[in-house]
């Protein structure tokens, strides 16, 4: 079974300049995730997404973030203008149940993006 | 106060010790637990999920909960060095969304 595949895995960009990160999940799961995770921290939730709605988009700075899921597969998340405070990892997840509460959410992450503002 | 806190550490064990690490939540409806490893570098991967109070035990991991005292827990028996990473609680609130804790870090000492 194919993983969570993310690209790039690397990208260096100047403060002020956009980025676009891209996501495929694992084949025939529901809910999608992005987070953000800075060094020595944990992973922070961004948006999570089911099937191609939003679920919970409360720590997603839309000033500058926006992110869309396209016929409930593969996602992008954008940057615009970048900020240097958003250097960090970007991780795309994916699980198969239904985000409830009582739902199996075993999350399979990507191996992330690597951001660094300048 | 942090919706999911663990404490950072390190936490440093001898190889073959137990290894204890603790996390608390601060949503009294959460229903999901979760345990994930990060390697340095590399992405989360989980070891354990818990829904219910009590124990739950799966080789050398044993999960535990405590919903009164919203408090879970991840015993790990016989510690390896290559069990050295950081360990990540995660929590699913009752509208299903996910947080993570900033993890603890743990070092298995040969």
């Known amino acids: 079974e194919a993983g969570v595949a993310q690209s790039p895995r690397y990208k260096i960009i100047e403060k002020r300049q956009s980025v676009a990160f891209w996501c495929n999940p694992i084949?025939?799961?529901?809910?999608l995730y992005w987070y953000q995770q800075i060094l020595g921290q944990g992973p922070k939730l961004l948006i999570q997404?089911?099937?191609?709605?939003?679920?919970?988009d409360s720590q997603l700075p839309k000033d500058r973030f926006s992110a869309e899921r396209l016929k409930g597969v593969d996602s992008t998340l954008k940057i615009q203008p970048a900020k240097l405070e958003d250097s960090a990892v970007y991780l795309c997840?994916?699980?198969?149940?239904?985000?409830?509460?009582?739902?199996?959410?075993?999350?399979?992450f990507g191996q992330g993006t690597r951001l660094t503002v300048v | 106060q942090k919706e999911v806190e663990q404490n950072s550490g390190p936490l440093s064990v001898p190889e073959g010790a137990i290894a204890s690490l603790n996390c608390t939540y601060s949503?009294?409806?959460?229903?999901?637990f979760f345990w994930y490893r990060q390697y340095s570098g590399k992405s989360p991967e989980l070891i354990m999920f818990?829904?219910?109070?009590g124990d739950k035990e799966d080789g050398r991991f044993t999960a535990q909960l405590n919903k009164a005292s919203q408090y879970v827990s991840l015993l790990i028996r016989d510690s390896q060095p290559s069990d050295s990473a950081t360990y990540l609680c995660?929590?699913?609130?009752?509208?299903?969304?996910?947080?993570f804790g900033d993890g603890t870090t743990l070092t298995v000492k040969p």
């Open positions: 995660a929590v699913n609130t009752n509208a299903g969304k996910s947080t």
């Open positions: 949503d009294r409806g959460s229903q999901s």
């Open positions: 084949s025939g799961h529901a809910t």
């Open positions: 997840a994916s699980s198969f149940g239904w985000a409830g509460p009582f739902g199996n959410t075993e999350a399979f």
């Open positions: 818990i829904y219910s109070n």
């Open positions: 997404f089911q099937n191609n709605g939003v679920v919970d």
